[in-house]
């Protein structure tokens, strides 16, 4: 399976929530199978947003566009990185 792993600050946690919601369909049309949100302990504007992909040349093609690149612009997304992962292992203990 293929994950993006991706760290960054907004500057208003609420308004890039609304912002994400809202973009719900167009990261499914893209290949977002699932995902988790995250934030730092000791820092609410600090967001983990980790999520599987149908592959990962989907998701870059979606994260990497101008399309998402002006929708976190809007939205008060500071310097994000991405991390993109394949699985090698899981389990449960």
């Known amino acids: 399976m293929n994950y993006v792993l991706i ?25 977002e199978i699932e995902y988790q949100i995250l934030r730092y302990e000791d820092d609410p504007n600090r967001i983990v947003h980790f999520s599987k992909w149908h592959s990962l040349d989907q998701a870059k093609g979606f994260f990497e566009s101008d399309k998402v690149n002006a929708i976190r612009n809007e939205l008060g997304v500071k310097a994000p990185d991405f991390i993109y992962l394949d699985a090698l292992e899981s389990g449960i203990l």
């Open 7 to 31: 760290i960054h600050e907004v500057e208003d946690y609420a308004v890039w929530k609304k912002g994400f919601d809202q973009a719900r369909d167009l990261r499914k049309s893209a290949g």
